[in-house]
């Protein structure tokens, strides 16, 4: 259920009959769960939703301050602006990939694909489960940026409101390709 929400409030909201504003990325609440109840094998109602967004292990969505709308806080393909904050990163962050990428991400650098920014995790580990979801069932590749640096020279960085690191771009200069364990220290 969680994830078919997070298909129709980042892609595909068309598939169940509804709009999102393009300012923010909200949906109405009540015409989500309409739409879902009407056009989805799902049931769902206030409760189950509120559940979901609380249960959400990233803190993938979030309700306006009078609970009458709800968006993804990020990750959208669909043409919407959120509020971000720009933010100067830590020295590093990390991109986890699958092998069969990397011959185009060191040539071009990161892109943000069918999404609308690049997305960086703040740790190794989050970066390994992240590229596993496009490796599987091989190990993913976890790519060091040089964020520090990177902000140095005058990229533009900005954190979701659930904390994931977004960008436009990183070209390949700096991008270090990561062997095996390695920690943050
Ligand atoms: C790769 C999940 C070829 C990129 C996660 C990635 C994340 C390139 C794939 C969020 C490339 C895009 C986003 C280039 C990048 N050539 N491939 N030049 N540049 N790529 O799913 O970052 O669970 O759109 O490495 O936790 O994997 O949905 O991006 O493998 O935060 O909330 O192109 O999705 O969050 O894949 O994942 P994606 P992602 P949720």
């Given at each position: 259920?969680?994830?078919?929400?997070?298909?129709?409030?980042?892609?595909?909201?068309?598939?169940?009959?509804?709009?999102?504003?393009r300012t923010g990325a909200w949906a109405?609440?009540?015409?989500?769960?309409?739409?879902?109840?009407?056009?989805?094998?799902?049931?769902?109602?206030?409760?189950?939703?509120?559940?979901?967004?609380?249960?959400?292990?990233?803190?993938?969505?979030?309700?306006?301050?009078?609970?009458t709308k709800i968006r993804a806080n990020?990750?959208?393909?669909?043409?919407?602006?959120?509020?971000?904050?720009?933010?100067?990163?830590?020295?590093?962050?990390?991109?986890?990939?699958?092998?069969?990428?990397?011959?185009?991400?060191?040539?071009?650098?990161?892109?943000?694909?069918?999404?609308?920014?690049?997305?960086?995790?703040?740790?190794?580990?989050?970066?390994?489960?992240?590229?596993?979801?496009?490796?599987?069932?091989?190990?993913?590749?976890?790519?060091?940026?040089?964020?520090?640096?990177?902000?140095?020279?005058?990229?533009?960085?900005?954190?979701?409101?659930?904390?994931?690191?977004?960008?436009?771009?990183?070209?390949?200069?700096?991008?270090?390709?990561t062997q095996g364990e390695q920690t943050?220290?």
């Amino acid at each position: 259920m969680s994830r078919f929400i997070s298909k129709i409030l980042r892609h595909q909201p068309q598939i169940i009959g509804i709009e999102i504003e393009r300012t923010g990325a909200w949906a109405d609440v009540n015409a989500l769960m309409e739409g879902i109840n009407a056009k989805s094998k799902f049931h769902i109602d206030r409760p189950l939703l509120e559940q979901i967004v609380a249960a959400d292990g990233k803190g993938r969505y979030s309700f306006n301050a009078d609970g009458t709308k709800i968006r993804a806080n990020q990750g959208h393909s669909i043409d919407v602006v959120i509020q971000m904050e720009h933010r100067t990163p830590p020295e590093f962050l990390y991109h986890g990939t699958a092998w069969r990428f990397m011959g185009s991400i060191t040539a071009k650098g990161l892109l943000p694909g069918t999404r609308q920014f690049v997305h960086l995790s703040p740790d190794y580990a989050t970066a390994v489960t992240v590229g596993y979801r496009h490796s599987k069932p091989e190990q993913p590749v976890v790519l060091k940026i040089h964020a520090g640096r990177m902000a140095a020279d005058g990229y533009d960085f900005m954190i979701s409101d659930n904390g994931v690191w977004q960008i436009a771009h990183v070209p390949p200069q700096y991008i270090e390709i990561t062997q095996g364990e390695q920690t943050d220290e």
